[in-house]
């Protein structure tokens, strides 16, 4: 991805382009350089878990609960004398894990369909566009929660959920831009000089339009990490005894009179993840924005 | 209006929830242990040895007749189950929209109008922050604040009498509130700040007229429109979060009425709170595209 | 401080320089521009798009894009200078400046009716009762020539063609009672006919209520029909002026004469047009000397060097061209 841009004229009478490429806006902006130090810190606190963790995320140690922070445990224990770092590094992986691994159907789904109904429009469209709306006509976490009830708690659970749901929001940004697109002087000319509407759709259009849902997916990311933790708090997320950011804020919600670090450490953990990816997120859309 | 075909797509889409249920949701709600007899019995009274579009009739035919069914745990119609619940919930929603409109339209407007400058940076800051916040988070650490620790608002529970229910309904709602803060106050901002730019503003300062009447006749009555539907659709959103709110704070709504529907695996109960929701959601926007018509001439049916 | 001159000029524009931030540097899309139109005249200041007179006219009325300033100069309108304090340039009772947008239904509030933008100024400037400001506003209506008033003073904008809208534009920057009329490519996006219309619109107004008008345009043909004086705006600059019938037909600027060239004329429709060479500089990063080199056939070392200003090149003409004497093309029909 690149943009040009004219800064002058050489003595030949020729005009001097820069191109700015991707990674030279990247460095420009703000907003893109924090959010993407931030989520990759975490990112790689987590993937370093093992080795950072000192203490298994499930060995009980009866003799400390609910400790606040020590020289043994650096966030305290829990109410089962499980270590809280050791919880909140492997609850961070497993729900980031989910999180990240949940969105990738309903991004290639959503903008897979997008693509289709904005290039064919007609009947299809409509159809697929009502169904779109009465998704949407459920609040959100109503609908997921409803799901997860019906089709039970757990990953698969969680997996299906999102799969039916999350791609609505990809299918009309990518069908907007795919028709706005379809409508463009430089399409015609492309179909007219006989490339098949397949390669028109692949190679021409959908570079254009992705970048709106590429921005989307990390605010969506954020959204389904918030979502899986949710329904932990509910019980009705991954099952124990996967730890889980939600599952610990729940069972240490019974003790808030006594110790809130249970309650607060997973809490700022998760604040932490989800502003960088948000940041990210905002940065992707200053970059990918067309000059 | 388009408010039609998705009224059918809920009804049908709540219908089917039930048959999502891998296996037999008989058999799911009795448990493993249950006798093939008990089984039996609850199939037919749920109408699930009928074939598919008889069931789909029945149900219809209920929800003429505002019959949602009953209950399999309470024993009791699903209706009643509601209605005794939903003025609560109800009233959370009424007051968490109160409170994010009194918090976000101040706060879109002094980011719109200073823009790039310091108290634009903050309030867009402060609302990235929020966006990584989770509700269920932010209702614990309200209540440790405010009621563990300032003991201003009780903890949990909603009280008794009117007073009193309102009392405890602050906390719930102010959290719901914040919950959809960060995204109503970006969104809130932008169509302010299009308003601001527009060139219709830039004719009206030129006529000479004071700023607050440019302000007040201009801006605002042009901003109110896109206001009103983003609005509408947070408040969507914000009915959703009031679910796992009424968790936290321990508040006998329909929130609480569905997730332990989900433990008692009381699915007529689960599937006549969706629809509810669904309707309420439906009824927000349908409001919101009147008051829209009502401000926006160019929207109107000739 | 305020210049007294015997005949006072209706608007009289001194070294205006503008300053924006785009994409983290600082641009000047306007630099050094001055000029002055009397009463009663007709001023068409063409150019490219993005060479900087749209931005002019904004600077002078105080209604710059957030974070643009006017960085020097100042606007005297009749003898008066205008503070450049956003507050009060152009505004207040004293505004005498009005200014017609390119887009009328971006340019009009979408939610008032047609006559209650066009009463506002009347009602609330001007200090008119609500029956006057109506009355006043009925008579605007019929002055820019709409047929039936009365139905159409509730009319909202969207609900009128595109000739109408721009009349009422028109009407709406007439009723706070200027002296002076900023246009900014007001018949752009209308049709032919249309923009014919409202050219002869302006020009009565001109005569009969003895506005000053600036039309800022980049079309050559609109200019010639409705001014009498030309400046050629280049790259934030003055580069030329004069009348238009004298620029027109021997232009002092390589540029001018490059706009010229690459007009369509109809009354020659066999000559092939020629477009000038290279493209508009990017702003941030303009060459040194004259702006205009890097794409000119008269260029010489000396053109990359120095400063050019605009000098007089005869009567009432001035060039911003160091070989502005080497322009003797003879006389070009108009």
Same mark, same amino acid.
């Given at each position: ?40 810190? &975490?990112?790689?606190? $987590? ?48 729900? &980031? ?15 897979? &369909? ?87 759709? $692949? ?52 003790? &808030? ?13 998760? $604040? ?6 948000? $940041? ?12 | ?133 989770? +509700? ?137 709170? +969706? ?28 | ?24 540097? /600082? ?46 100069? =100042? ?72 047929? *039936?008033? @009365? ?6 904008? =969207? ?48 005569? *009969? ?5 600036? #039309?800022?345009? =980049?079309?050559?043909? @609109? ?68 702006? #205009? ?12 060097? /120095? ?15 160091? =070989? ?11």
């Amino acid at each position: 991805m690149s943009a040009e841009a004219v800064i002058g004229v050489d003595d030949a009478g020729e005009s001097i382009v820069a191109r700015s490429s991707f990674w030279s806006r990247a460095r420009r902006s703000p907003t893109f350089l924090v959010g993407g130090s931030l989520t990759s810190l &975490i990112l790689l606190i $987590l993937f370093l878990a093992p080795v950072l963790a000192r203490h298994n995320p499930d060995t009980l140690n009866l003799t400390s609960l609910l400790s606040g922070p020590t020289s043994q445990h650096w966030l305290g224990t829990d109410d089962l004398g499980r270590d809280e770092w050791a919880r909140v590094l492997y609850g961070g992986r497993t729900d &980031i894990e989910v999180g990240v691994v949940t969105v990738l159907f309903p991004l290639i789904f959503g903008v897979a &369909i997008g693509t289709f109904i904005g290039y064919v429009g007609g009947v299809v469209d409509t159809i697929v566009m009502r169904v779109v709306d009465v998704v949407l006509a459920f609040p959100f976490y109503v609908l997921i929660i409803a799901l997860v009830a019906f089709i039970g708690a757990g990953v698969h659970g969680i997996f299906l959920a999102f799969g039916l749901t999350d791609w609505v929001v990809y299918a009309r940004l990518t069908r907007s831009s795919t028709i706005v697109a379809r409508h463009q002087d430089w399409v015609a000319a492309a179909v007219n000089g006989g490339v098949p509407r397949w390669r028109v759709l $692949l190679r021409h259009i959908i570079p254009n339009t992705i970048s709106q849902s590429l921005v989307y997916v990390m605010s969506d990311i954020v959204l389904v990490i918030l979502a899986v933790v949710t329904l932990g708090y509910l019980g009705l997320g991954l099952q124990p005894p996967s730890p889980d950011w939600g599952a610990m804020i729940g069972e240490g919600q019974a003790y &808030i009179f006594t110790n809130q670090w249970q309650v607060l450490i997973p809490g700022i953990a998760l $604040l932490l993840t989800g502003t960088g990816f948000s $940041l990210l997120g905002d940065g992707l859309a200053d970059v990918l924005r067309p000059q | 209006m388009s408010a039609i075909p998705v009224l059918a797509g809920v009804i049908i889409v709540t219908f089917l929830l039930l048959r999502l249920v891998p296996g037999n949701p008989a058999r799911e709600v009795l448990g493993i242990h249950a006798s093939p007899r008990a089984v039996d019995a609850l199939t037919r009274q749920l109408g699930l040895d009928q074939p598919i579009w008889r069931q789909f009739w029945r149900y219809l035919d209920g929800l003429f007749h505002a019959n949602l069914g009953d209950s399999i745990y309470y024993h009791s119609p699903v209706v009643s189950l509601i209605a005794t619940r939903i003025g609560l919930t109800g009233a959370l929603v009424a007051l968490a929209s109160a409170f994010s409109v009194i918090i976000t339209v101040p706060l879109a407007a002094l980011a719109a109008t200073h823009q790039n400058r310091p108290s634009d940076h903050a309030v867009r800051a402060v609302s990235l922050f929020g966006l990584g916040m989770p +509700t269920f988070w932010l209702g614990i650490v309200l209540g440790i604040i405010f009621g563990l620790r300032l003991h201003w608002f009780p903890v949990g529970g909603q009280g008794s009498g009117f007073w009193g229910t309102l009392h405890a309904l602050i906390l719930p709602a102010l959290c719901a509130a914040l919950a959809i803060a960060p995204v109503l106050i970006r969104s809130l901002r932008v169509g302010m700040l299009d308003v601001l730019g527009a060139d219709y503003i830039a004719t009206a300062r030129a006529k000479g007229l004071r700023r607050w009447r440019v302000t007040l006749v201009h801006v605002v009555r042009n901003a109110l429109i896109p206001s009103v539907t983003l609005l509408a659709v947070n408040i969507a959103y914000l009915i959703g979060g009031t679910v796992v709110i009424e968790q936290v704070f321990d508040l006998n709504g329909l929130g609480t009425l569905m997730l332990n529907s989900i433990g008692n695996r009381d699915f007529p109960v689960i599937q006549g709170v +969706t629809l509810v929701y669904a309707l309420a959601v439906i009824v927000v926007i349908l409001i919101s595209d009147l008051v829209t018509a009502r401000l926006d001439p160019r929207v109107r049916l000739r | 401080m305020s210049v007294v001159s015997a005949a006072v000029s209706a608007l009289a524009v001194e070294d205006l320089s503008v300053e924006l931030p785009r994409d983290g540097t /600082t641009i000047r899309p306007v630099n050094g521009v001055s000029f002055t139109v009397e009463r009663g005249r007709s001023l068409a200041i063409v150019g490219e798009s993005g060479s900087g007179k749209s931005v002019t006219l904004r600077a002078i009325l105080g209604l710059l894009p957030k974070g643009g300033r006017v960085t020097s100069g =100042h606007v005297a309108v009749e003898g008066r200078t205008l503070k450049e304090s956003r507050r009060n340039l152009g505004r207040g009772r004293d505004a005498h400046l009005s200014i017609v947008f390119q887009d009328p239904l971006a340019a009009l509030n979408p939610v008032l009716t047609v006559g209650a933008q066009i009463a506002e100024a009347p009602r609330f400037v001007l200090g008119l009762t609500r029956r006057a400001a109506r009355d006043r506003a009925l008579e605007l209506l019929r002055l820019v020539g709409i047929p *039936d008033p @009365v139905r159409r003073y509730d009319a909202y904008p =969207h609900e009128l063609s595109g000739g109408l809208r721009q009349r009422v534009m028109i009407a709406v920057a007439l009723s706070s009672e200027p002296k002076v009329l900023l246009c900014d490519e007001p018949t752009t996006s209308l049709d032919v006919t249309i923009q014919a219309q409202v050219l002869a619109l302006l020009s009565d107004l001109r005569r *009969d209520e003895g506005l000053a008008l600036v #039309f800022v345009t =980049h079309d050559l043909g @609109v200019a010639a029909e409705v001014a009498e004086d030309l400046a050629v705006m280049y790259a934030g600059r003055l580069v030329e002026t004069g009348p238009v019938s004298e620029v027109l037909s021997s232009p002092k600027h390589p540029y001018t004469f490059g706009l010229l060239e690459s007009a369509i004329d109809v009354d020659t429709p066999d000559r092939i047009p020629l477009a000038i060479p290279g493209s508009l500089p990017d702003l941030s990063q303009l060459p040194k000397g004259c702006a #205009f080199h890097p794409r000119c056939f008269l260029a010489t070392p000396e053109c990359t060097t /120095t400063d050019v200003e605009l000098r007089s090149v005869g009567e009432g003409r001035a060039s911003a061209c160091l =070989h502005a004497d080497q322009l003797t093309i003879g006389t070009r029909r108009s």
